[in-house]
């Protein structure tokens, strides 16, 4: 537990911090939200877990089945286990007041643990509560109105990989394993699993799968739902193991109950995965279209013609600019970006960023050849490697900034959708509509921005980032914005989430996307699978 405690608390990073405001970016967020207030960020003894409220029987019987050393009830490890990551999460944490702690973590290390812990708790009346990364931006760890005791059941110590089989191209992992260790082991055979969401430092494979994640080469590469091969899964009633072949038409694809399922019917115990080769060559480059609007229709026709690159992203008029005053050219730099943009026509445009990876050389100058041939049709102007390069180096430095940002007295919190193209203009001016009138209330003031990425034939995602001075109630700030916000996103014919799950936020929305047909089946499988209703209670299926 040293370890542990001192990370610092309700932040992403551990300081020294990699990333710091810089000074135009403060002019930047004072000239849009107005002043704030600075706010410290929480510490671990801040908050009081209270005693755990396990019988001393229910700790034996867990102790017996993973080990005494395995079961803890410390006030410290319990409260590092209440929360993941999200805007609320962190702003609960900071004034010490937790959601809901649990009453012991429990760290198995093998499939056949797991599948006698989850039996003891069915039968105890324990529900428990999945715990992978810690990443989860929509409540999915942090249970609400919890009335009988709970464990989180940490899978860090199941965090192996357990076969590579290089003529098949897969990759057999326990699911605690982070992305950064899976892909140092891969890179030493020369393979890739090609998914890198922003939260690719901390999250982990059990996650990724258990969430439908996507990452932020997913266009070229695909989700980490298309990634999966088989499945061992422990459920409350047995073990199931799904998936054979790399595809199969025998019934319905019950790899997909659990895909997604975010630990509601069982824990995903192991993972096959399909991997990639190493790229050889890579290239991202930065490019500037003159709206919004041609930005959208260049990455229908990239999709559409099948010119896609592996990354493609656009950003909208303000996050442009707020890319370009918080990070971009200064000085003399600035001037003659400017003019450059004035000359090229696309002054006052959209950014894109683009990546492809290939195998040589010649693979991916041909595929940058194809995507330039619609990009120029667009009026897309290069803005060349170091661009592209600059964004690769800092994509990870989001969930940094954003503590900075909190330790500023500002929040940020991101809402994302997707859906087809058709539906995308009334989406986009909808959700973003909806967070500005929210945030701006009170006298406020709220900056909203949105990006565009995992672009596919049919449609794309939207990627929302809302910033706001934090009010007296942050809180209750961002909670009624998120509400517009969704509600926008079901009336303007969006998916409640593309990839970061549904959660405990999202549930309440879940009917008006799967319908009352939809909530039965799943209803049906939660009954079959978790007759006692045990398990991550109150994700997909309000409590």
Request: proline letters at 5%.
């Amino acid at each position: 537990m040293a370890e542990l405690s001192e990370h610092t608390f309700a932040r992403w990073g551990i300081p020294p911090q990699p990333v710091v405001l810089s000074e135009s970016a403060r002019e930047f967020l004072a000239e849009q939200l107005g002043p704030a207030r600075p706010s410290a960020s929480g510490a671990l003894g801040d908050i009081n877990a209270g005693p755990s409220r396990l019988p001393d029987a229910a700790v034996a019987g867990l102790q017996r089945i993973v080990g005494s050393a395995a079961v803890s009830v410390a006030e410290g490890d319990r409260v590092l286990h209440s929360a993941g990551c999200s805007l609320v999460d962190y702003l609960r944490l900071r004034t010490g007041a937790a959601a809901a702690i649990p009453d012991a973590v429990v760290r198995p290390d093998d499939r056949t643990r797991v599948q006698q812990l989850l039996a003891f708790c069915s039968d105890s009346g324990i529900d428990v509560v999945p715990f992978g990364g810690g990443t989860s931006v929509v409540g999915g760890v942090t249970p609400a109105g919890v009335n009988r005791p709970w464990v989180s059941v940490a899978l860090d110590r199941m965090d192996s990989v357990l076969a590579i089989d290089e003529i098949s191209q897969t990759v057999t992992v326990q699911p605690g394993i982070t992305a950064p260790a899976l892909e140092r082991i891969l890179a030493r055979r020369g393979f890739t699993l090609g998914h890198v969401p922003q939260s690719w430092e901390r999250a982990s494979l059990g996650g990724y799968v258990a969430t439908r994640s996507a990452g932020q080469s997913s266009t070229g590469y695909g989700r980490s739902d298309e990634m999966v091969e088989a499945l061992r899964v422990a459920t409350p009633v047995g073990e199931l193991l799904l998936g054979r072949g790399p595809r199969s038409a025998a019934g319905p694809d019950l790899r997909q109950l659990f895909i997604g399922s975010e630990g509601a019917l069982g824990i995903i115990t192991e993972i096959e995965l399909r991997v990639r080769r190493s790229p050889a060559v890579t290239r991202y480059e930065g490019v500037m279209l003159p709206s919004w609007e041609r930005g959208i229709a260049a990455l229908r026709e990239l999709a559409q013609t099948r010119s896609s690159a592996d990354v493609m992203r656009l950003s909208d008029p303000d996050e442009t600019a707020a890319t370009l005053s918080m990070s971009g050219p200064q000085g003399i730099a600035a001037t003659l970006f400017q003019r450059y943009a004035r000359l090229r026509r696309v002054a006052g445009g959209c950014l894109m960023i683009l990546g492809w990876d290939g195998w040589s050389r010649r693979a991916v100058a041909a595929r940058r050849q194809a995507a330039w041939s619609v990009l120029r049709s667009h009026g897309a102007a290069s803005l060349g490697a170091s661009v592209g390069s600059s964004w690769r180096r800092h994509r990870f430095d989001g969930p940094y900034v954003r503590d900075q940002l909190l330790d500023n007295g500002y929040i940020v919190e991101t809402v994302e959708t997707a859906a087809q193209w058709r539906d995308i203009p009334d989406l986009y001016r909808g959700v973003g509509d909806a967070l500005r009138n929210t945030l701006g209330r009170d006298g406020g003031r709220g900056f909203v921005m949105c990006h565009m990425s995992h672009v596919y034939e049919t449609g794309a995602s939207l990627y929302f980032t809302a910033f706001a001075a934090a009010a007296a109630d942050p809180v209750a700030h961002w909670q009624e914005a998120k509400q517009a916000a969704t509600d926008a996103v079901v009336a303007h014919g969006g998916t409640i989430t593309h990839h970061h799950a549904v959660g405990r936020d999202h549930a309440p929305w879940l009917a008006a996307e799967l319908g009352d047909g939809g909530i039965r089946v799943l209803t049906t499988l939660k009954a079959a699978l978790d007759p006692q209703r045990v398990m991550n209670p109150g994700v997909l299926l309000p409590r």
